[in-house]
């Protein structure tokens, strides 16, 4: 991935100058407000204060910490007066994933029966069963990474 520039992200731009949105809640590692195009009423980001477009480029507790303002703000959402039946928290994490602003944030959005949101695929390329055999496989790869 092509290393994303403080100076032309509109995250880092928001940061530098809060009072360009209305902030939700902030401390000393994340900043949460609404997103200027919701997927439903009550979208909101939890973005990190460091500018780095990965998760696995961020350190551990701020990535924790990000989940865990997200589990607030989706409680905060659940008492609000927006419909919400369901939660998404989504992070797409790379530009191939759907990342469009190459910085750390993780949606936090209201769900509801027939919004008409969702993931578009096809049946017959993705969700297709795997066998115990490339389970075992993907299992073992992965714990080799993990080490
Ligand atoms: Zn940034």
Not at 51 to 70: G, Q, Y
Not at 87 to 115: M, S, T, W
């Amino acid at each position: 991935m092509k290393k994303s520039n403080e100076k032309d992200c509109i995250f880092c731009h928001i940061l530098a100058n809060p009072d360009s949105v209305p902030v939700i809640y902030e401390d000393e590692r994340v900043v949460v407000f609404p997103v200027l195009e919701p997927v439903n009423p009550g979208h909101v980001v939890v973005i990190s204060r460091q500018h780095t477009p990965l998760i696995t480029d961020l350190d551990e507790r701020t990535a924790e910490h990000a989940m865990k303002i997200a589990r607030k703000t989706a409680e905060a959402l659940r008492k609000s007066n927006f419909k919400c039946e369901a939660i998404n928290l989504f992070l797409a994490d790379g530009k191939a994933g759907g990342q469009e602003v190459p910085h750390f944030h993780l949606h936090v959005y209201p769900r509801f029966k027939n919004d008409d949101f969702g993931f578009k695929y096809d049946k017959a390329k993705h969700f297709v069963k795997i066998n115990r055999t490339q389970m075992d496989e993907v299992a073992a790869e992965i714990k080799h990474q993990l080490g």
